[in-house]
């Protein structure tokens, strides 16, 4: 069997590509060589992303573009690649992920943020628009919840996440997929699930 050419591989586009769970993902696709293509996007810069060292290479300035990917004027530089050529994968690892915020923060953050990007997914044809979301739309129960299993968000974070699942469910032509991660933790977690960690201990 021949190995597969990098131009046989897809174009990867991941927008959040510096918080947590989108470093790790970039990290994985740039070490096993998995993209012809791979560009992150975020609002902040490489440098002030506290990343560790392993991440160097596969965040670096060279795979990465700064943007707010809510703005409209911000797509073009976003999606646009070279000779015409489209992202095979966009994978939506963005949105506010701070607890206790207002309903604005977000709905402008994330919510706008999911809509502005699997518009233009649709738009451009995307293979596939995965969009991170979050298990907390499901009533909490002791009994680990199952995919069928009825929703009702007990966040406002994860009340606008599951909106736009479901509005984006609605987009004429979009190649959607849904991940609802639970609580995501590992090397250099921090926030609420690292401080819950610590004090267990």
Same mark, same amino acid.
């Given at each position: 069997?021949?190995?597969?050419?990098?131009?046989?591989?897809?174009?990867?586009l991941?927008i959040?590509?510096?918080?947590?769970?989108?470093?790790f993902?970039?990290?994985?696709?740039?070490?096993?060589?998995?993209?012809?293509?791979l560009?992150?996007?975020?609002?902040?810069?490489?440098e002030?992303a506290?990343?560790?060292?392993e991440?160097?290479?596969?965040?670096?300035r060279?795979?990465?573009?700064q943007?707010?990917a809510?703005? !409209?004027r911000? $797509?073009? =530089? *976003?999606?646009? #690649?070279?000779?015409?050529?489209q992202?095979?994968?966009?994978?939506?690892?963005?949105?506010?992920?701070r607890y206790?915020?207002?309903?604005?923060?977000?709905?402008?953050?994330?919510?706008?943020?999911?809509?502005?990007?699997g518009?233009?997914?649709?738009?451009?044809?995307?293979?596939?628009?995965?969009?991170?979301?979050?298990?907390?739309?499901?009533?909490?129960?002791?009994?680990?919840?199952?995919?069928?299993?009825?929703t009702?968000p007990?966040?406002?974070?994860?009340?606008w996440?599951?909106?736009? !699942?479901e509005d $984006?469910? =609605? *987009?004429p032509? #979009?190649?959607?997929?849904?991940?609802r991660?639970?609580?995501v933790?590992?090397p250099?977690?921090g926030?609420?699930?690292?401080t819950q960690?610590?004090l267990?201990?």
């Amino acid at each position: 069997m021949s190995e597969s050419t990098s131009e046989d591989k897809p174009a990867v586009l991941i927008i959040g590509g510096l918080g947590y769970v989108g470093r790790f993902l970039a990290l994985h696709i740039h070490s096993h060589s998995l993209a012809s293509t791979l560009r992150l996007v975020d609002k902040q810069l490489p440098e002030l992303a506290w990343l560790a060292p392993e991440f160097k290479d596969a965040c670096s300035r060279a795979n990465f573009v700064q943007a707010d990917a809510s703005q !409209e004027r911000s $797509l073009p =530089r *976003i999606f646009d #690649l070279p000779d015409g050529r489209q992202f095979d994968y966009v994978f939506n690892c963005g949105g506010e992920t701070r607890y206790s915020q207002d309903d604005e923060v977000y709905k402008l953050r994330s919510y706008n943020l999911s809509m502005a990007l699997g518009k233009e997914a649709a738009k451009r044809k995307t293979k596939s628009f995965v969009e991170v979301s979050t298990g907390m739309v499901y009533a909490p129960n002791s009994v680990p919840r199952k995919e069928t299993d009825k929703t009702k968000p007990w966040l406002k974070q994860a009340k606008w996440k599951l909106q736009a !699942e479901e509005d $984006l469910a =609605r *987009i004429p032509g #979009l190649n959607l997929v849904v991940l609802r991660l639970a609580h995501v933790y590992g090397p250099y977690a921090g926030r609420w699930l690292g401080t819950q960690l610590a004090l267990a201990r």
